[in-house]
Structures are given as structure tokens and as C-alpha cells.
């Protein structure tokens, strides 16, 4: 396994010289190679013409495919761009065609917008969502989730990283429970993408959901879904353009065959282009050696926090990844969130809409406050950023 060359990975980030960046769960910091092509292919726009740089640039927009391809240890004909991962999964989502009657199973941690879509397509349809409960570690219980799969169930779909704790759920292993039973399986990798290794095959799931600008450290505004090659031309995308489909005379239309009926044709070109060369970037360092550092890191913090009067942590799993979270016995989330930005921190604050199941099932309705570290970080931050924190 390769060692991460820190101190080369903060000259390439130029926003370390300015901030001590713990909201990669939020958005990264981009790197600035990354930032350099974006820069680049926007001048081309402004200078010859938008068109005409998608022409001149088309490689570099083809390559997005076989990058995030790799990513994924899938095929470049099973990713479609979308511009954010909530966008990548709705496209999956609601091509499902749900009727009365018909199962969901999802997880306590969920993503809110995916509830939102659960609950939608629920009183649309008649289809019921069935919430597989925690286990002792507060992950999806394996057991249980195996136990309500009969033939109602149409479809499992979770979190792996959910937005609001370090929990990872075991994706894996719910992934061979979905292949065992012949279920469908969508997964929402947003949070663990550029964050863990993800190989869809271990992974076991149809459709995943990524967004460029978390732990990829791409631009906002990008994402994609991969679709497994025998699940596209059996999901019909819940919109459809000129890109997507093609008008054959006034009354008919058919609809491309490939993954990329799941697009837009007007789309963040730039945007595009350079969340290839951001997830080359990960590839380049090794997904394997930015986990390793990302959770140690994270482990260090939690136990400096753990340390810390007044400070209770709050992130369930087995397994804990980048993302800490955390409540103050007498300071709200807010508050240590301005007075800490005040001083040079970045983070963020889980409101508890992120996981509503999850937060209301804890009590957290007051929310968390969420610190999210990545592979650029050191210990010298993480140690300041807990003298700061004691001396509030
Ligand atoms: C688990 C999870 N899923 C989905 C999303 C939504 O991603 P996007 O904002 O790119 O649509 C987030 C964002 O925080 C998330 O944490």
C-alpha cells in the first residue's frame, strides 16, 4: 500500500494556507490541479465558445466515464454524469415502478431527501416503506433486513456513509442479502466515494449515487449513478430529453438504450471534465491508503473530543469512517460552529433533517455538530482545533 505524501497533498491545496478545512463531508477543499482544469475549461468557454469547447475538449469529458469507472471497478457504459447524487439516485429511483402492495427496505440512517422520495412514491403508488431496523452497533441489522424480504419486496435501498455520524453501514454484506434473494439494490455511496474503496462487484448493488464535491474533492455540481449493464434498459428514467431520447415523428419516441439515457444534455461541462481529473487524483494516491488515514484520523479526533469535559461523541458502527460528530453539554451546535469559523475552522452542523429516522429515534432533534476530516489533515490541526474547543 502506498504512504500518503502529506506534505505534497497541502502544497497541491492551496485553501490549507487559509482555513482548517473539517467539512469535507460538507465540500472539500479542491485540490489545485483539479481547480486548474476547471479554471482552464471555463477560459476555453469564455474565449472560444461553449460549444465549441465541448468539441475540443471531448476526450477529456470521455474520460470522465472510464475515471469513475475505475472508481467503482465498473464499466464505462454503466455511468451516467448527473449533476449531484441526489439528482444520480432520483434518476434510479423513481424508474422503479411501484404499485400497491409493494415493499421498500431501507435503513434508520437514511438520506432525508431519499425519505422524501420514499415517502412521495409511497402515497403515489400505494407502496409501503419498511424501515429494517439498527442493530446493537446502530448499523442496518443484518438479520432482520434478511428476515423481511418475501416477494413484496421490490426494491433495498440504503446509505452506506449516512450524513449525519461516522457510522459506515455494511453495504457488502446487505448487497449479498439482495443478490441471494434476487432484490434489487441501490446504494448511496455519496459520502463513502473518494472516502473508501467502492468495487460494485464486493459491493454487490444495481444503481450507486456519488457526488463530486465531498470526499472526491471535485466541483460542485457534479455527481453520477452508475447502473449495472442488465439493470439500463429496464429502468426508464423519470425524465427524458432530447439527450435521453429521441422524437422519431409527432406521436413517438424512443429512448436511448444506453446509461446515458439517465442525463441531461445541458450539464456542467466544466464541471464534468474536471471531476475526472479529481477522481484520477484519488485513484493517483490510492483509495486504500486515503481510507486508512481518513479513519485514523478520525479516530484521533474522536478520542480528543472524548476527552474533553462537556463534549459527548455521538457516531454509531462497527465501522467508523471521516465523519465525527458531536454535542456540548452547555454550548449549542451554532454556536460552536460561528465561534469556531471565527477562529479559522471550518464544519458544519447535522441538523437532524439529514437523518430525521436516526436523529428522532436518538433524541437529537437539537442536532450535532458534525467535523468531517480528509487525507490532508494532520494532527497538529486536530490538536488545535481541540485547544480551541476546550477554551469556549
Ligand atoms: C448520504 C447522503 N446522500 C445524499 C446526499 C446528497 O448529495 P447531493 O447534495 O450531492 O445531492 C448527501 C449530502 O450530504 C448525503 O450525505
Redesign the pocket.
Known amino acids: 500500500m502506498t504512504e500518503i505524501d502529506v506534505a505534497r497533498l497541502r502544497a497541491e491545496t492551496r485553501g490549507c494556507e487559509n482555513v482548517v478545512h473539517l467539512n469535507n463531508?460538507?465540500a472539500s477543499l479542491p485540490p489545485a490541479p483539479i481547480a486548474d482544469h476547471l479554471y482552464a475549461y471555463l477560459r476555453d468557454e469564455e474565449m472560444k465558445g461553449g460549444y465549441e469547447t465541448a468539441d475540443l475538449r471531448h476526450d477529456e469529458l470521455e474520460h470522465f466515464y472510464v475515471a469513475a469507472a475505475r472508481l467503482l471497478n465498473a464499466s464505462p457504459e454503466e455511468i451516467a454524469f448527473v449533476?449531484?447524487?441526489?439528482?444520480?439516485?432520483d434518476m434510479a429511483f423513481y424508474a422503479f415502478p411501484f404499485k400497491s402492495g409493494d415493499r421498500i427496505l431501507t435503513t434508520v440512517a437514511?438520506?432525508g431527501?431519499?425519505l422524501i422520495a420514499y415517502l412521495q412514491q409511497a402515497r403515489k403508488t400505494g407502496a409501503e416503506l419498511v424501515v429494517v431496523p439498527n442493530d446493537e452497533h446502530g448499523q442496518i441489522d443484518l438479520e432482520q433486513l434478511e428476515a423481511l424480504i418475501d416477494e413484496r419486496v421490490k426494491l433495498i435501498s440504503i446509505?452506506?456513509?449516512?450524513?449525519?455520524g461516522g457510522l459506515v453501514n455494511p453495504a457488502a454484506a446487505v448487497g449479498r442479502i439482495a443478490r441471494k434473494h434476487g432484490v434489487p439494490y441501490l446504494l448511496?455511496?455519496?459520502?463513502s466515494a473518494g472516502q473508501m474503496r467502492l468495487d460494485v462487484e464486493e459491493l454487490g448493488c444495481d444503481m450507486l449515487?456519488?457526488?463530486?464535491?465531498?470526499y472526491l474533492r471535485g466541483p460542485r455540481g457534479t455527481?453520477f449513478l452508475y447502473v449495472r449493464k442488465n439493470w439500463i434498459e429496464k429502468l426508464e428514467p423519470p425524465f427524458l430529453d432530447q439527450h435521453a431520447a429521441e422524437l422519431i415523428d409527432s406521436e413517438t419516441f424512443i429512448i436511448r438504450r444506453d446509461v446515458r439515457r439517465f442525463e441531461n444534455w445541458e450539464r456542467f461541462f466544466a464541471g464534468q471534465a474536471a471531476l475526472g481529473t479529481a477522481i484520477d487524483y484519488a485513484m493517483d494516491i490510492g483509495l486504500e491508503a486515503i481510507q486508512d488515514r481518513v479513519f485514523s484520523l478520525a479516530a484521533t479526533l474522536r478520542a480528543g473530543l472524548a476527552d474533553t469535559p462537556g463534549i459527548r461523541v455521538a457516531d454509531e458502527g462497527l465501522v467508523k469512517c471521516g465523519l465525527v460528530t458531536f454535542q456540548h453539554d452547555r454550548l449549542e451546535c451554532e454556536e460552536i460552529k460561528a465561534a469556531m469559523s471565527q477562529k479559522g475552522f471550518n464544519m458544519s452542523v447535522s441538523n437532524g433533517s439529514?437523518?430525521k429516522l436516526s436523529f428522532m429515534a436518538r433524541g437529537l432533534e437539537a442536532g450535532l455538530v458534525r467535523t468531517s476530516v480528509h487525507y490532508f489533515n494532520t494532527d497538529d490541526e486536530l490538536e488545535r482545533f481541540l485547544g480551541v474547543l476546550r477554551s469556549l
Open positions: 463531508a460538507g449533476e449531484n447524487a441526489t439528482r444520480a439516485w437514511e438520506y431527501s431519499n446509505s452506506h456513509i449516512p450524513t449525519g448511496d455511496a455519496c459520502q449515487s456519488v457526488t463530486g464535491r465531498k455527481g439529514g437523518t
